[in-house]
């Protein structure tokens, strides 16, 4: 049985004292109306003065996300829900699925894609799908929870997994995914800082990696997940009063108040 959030003002702030890293999900999340404001580019400078790392966790592509790990004040962005990792220097790519052939891959999941517009002529591709490595990716436009499911089944019976954000559904390898990654991620690039000084941060289901308790002791929804929390496995430990980049601002502010309390 899935454990409720917590609601926001019963939380315990001493939960937030230890946090060394936050890890979140972009669009929905860091954005509002799927824009940067100068409230993210404030909250991320909050986290810097405090030496709390920021590690973004999206489904954009590769090719989007080195422009964003390179611009904004971050420790690095995984992509593609956990298929890429991108250094926030270099914008050097590190794959973390395993894909022995590229270009086959590619093709498969073109492949995957023609399949389902056979079906659902209607489905209209990415135009980020040349930026991108390890998946292949399609707007949400007004795809019902049925239909959603409906593709799900078709990829899962094909060998693919599938997720959706708020923009856009996803063909991808079964296994890949933001929870995985980010694990991963944390072993290899920040092995100094313990699981349990982590938040994870998200809005929709290809967030739910993240909110695995087994995986992220301490999880935050900002309010527009609650769209979705009939639809997830795992859900977030603590849920935000407000939506969007305005949710996570609350977070950072209660980060700083948490870790003040502790001086």
């Known amino acids: 049985m899935k454990k409720s959030p917590v609601l926001w003002q019963e939380s315990s702030w001493t939960q937030l004292q230890r946090v060394q890293l936050i890890a979140s999900d972009m669009d929905g999340t860091l954005t509002r109306q799927g824009q940067f404001t100068p409230m993210l580019l404030q909250a991320l400078a909050t ?29 690095g962005a995984i992509a593609e829900n956990g298929g890429v990792f991108i250094a926030p220097q270099t914008g050097a790519t590190e794959l973390l699925v395993d894909i022995s052939a590229p270009d086959q891959h590619r093709q ?58 708020t923009v856009q559904c996803h063909i991808r390898p079964r296994h890949q995914d933001k929870g995985v990654g980010l694990k991963r991620v944390l072993q290899r690039h920040f092995p100094h800082i313990a ?5 994870t941060v998200g809005d929709s289901p290809n967030d739910e990696g993240l909110f695995d308790a087994d995986l992220f002791p301490l999880s935050v929804g900002v309010a527009n997940v609650q769209h979705y929390v009939d639809r997830l496995q795992h859900l977030p430990t603590l849920i935000t009063p407000s939506a969007e980049v305005a949710g996570f601002q609350e977070l950072v502010t209660a980060i700083a108040q948490a870790k003040r309390l502790a001086s």
């Open 47 to 75: 986290l810097a003065d405090m030496q709390v790392a920021t590690l973004i966790v999206t489904g954009r592509s590769a090719g989007w996300v080195q422009a964003v790990a390179h611009y904004l004040p971050v420790a």
């Open 195 to 199: 699981v349990t000084d982590v938040v």
């Open 108 to 165: 498969q999941l073109a492949a995957m894609f023609a399949q389902l517009q056979d079906e659902l002529p209607d489905l209209t591709p990415a135009v980020d799908n040349p930026f991108r490595l390890t998946d292949w990716t399609f707007a949400i436009g007004e795809l019902s929870p049925a239909a959603l499911d409906h593709i799900a089944d078709i990829c899962g019976q094909a060998g693919w997994g599938f997720t959706y954000s």
